[in-house]
T-cell receptor, first 111, second 113 residues
Framework: GQQLNQSPQSMFIQEGEDVSMNCTSS?????WLWYKQDPGEGPVLLIA?????ELTSNGRLTAQFGITRKDSFLNISASIPSDVGIYFC???????????FGTGTSLTVIP | DVKVTQSSRYLVKRTGEKVFLECVQD?????MFWYRQDPGLGLRLIYF???????EKGDIPEGYSVSREKKERFSLILESASTNQTSMYLC????????????FGSGTRLTVV
């Protein structure tokens, strides 16, 4: 299956700092999803993007659907300890029935 | 609250045992998936199913099989567990077309000794 390139692979930041991560694909997508996985749990959907150029927020999280349709970005403002986890991007197959996932960005927030 | 429920959070099995991992969803989703997650390797698709009694191989199906006898239940079977199958296993489901993405279960951490 297709693998999405997600960076950075890991981040160690101080509480209160802003975070940026991105995801790129060799294919054009019509949907981008961002998930968060808390330690020991399954991933949970944070934000869904359906249109090139779209900017969507969920609290302190903001995600953007790149205008080339081959990339997406996730920003977290004023990080807090509960932001710790692995963040995954995902894009759909041609049929839309299957999603391809990035390799994840592991976020550690230092109090 | 809609859910994907995996029957066990933690399992320890011996090499050579037949292992069943069960997943049940209550959202009337058509699609169901099994992934394994290993550090540095992300989420790798093992098998998926778009309908009852239907299955498709994912990227790493070797050593695994699946069963979907009812729409809400998708089982992953390790025919003869090996130590390299020690991993976190995640079940997910979605509507046909997948527009709203997957809903994941909480995962089963399997250790094969």
């Amino acid at each position: 299956g297709q693998q999405l390139n997600q960076s950075p692979q890991s981040m160690f930041i101080q509480e209160g700092e802003d975070v940026s991560m991105n995801c790129t694909s060799s294919s054009i997508f019509n949907t981008w999803l961002w998930y968060k996985q808390d330690p020991g749990e399954g991933p949970v959907l944070l934000i869904a993007l359906y249109k090139a150029g779209e900017l969507t927020s969920n609290g302190r999280l903001t995600a953007q659907f790149g205008i080339t349709r081959k990339d997406s970005f996730l920003n977290i403002s004023a990080s807090i300890p509960s932001d710790v986890g692995i963040y995954f991007c995902a894009g759909p197959s041609n049929t839309g029935n299957q999603f391809y996932f990035g390799t994840g960005t592991s976020l550690t927030v230092i109090p | 609250d809609v859910k994907v429920t995996q029957s066990s959070r933690y399992l320890v099995k011996r090499t050579g045992e037949k292992v069943f991992l069960e997943c049940v969803q209550d959202m009337d989703h058509e699609n169901m998936f099994w992934y394994r997650q290993d550090p540095g390797l992300g989420l790798r698709l093992i098998y998926f199913s778009y309908d009852v009694k239907m299955k498709e191989k994912g990227d790493i199906p070797e050593g695994y099989s699946v069963s979907r006898e009812k729409k809400e239940r998708f089982s992953l079977i390790l025919e003869s567990a090996s130590t390299n199958q020690t991993s976190m296993y995640l079940c997910a489901s979605s509507f046909m077309g997948g527009q709203y993405g997957y809903t994941f279960g909480s995962g089963t951490r399997l250790t094969v000794v």
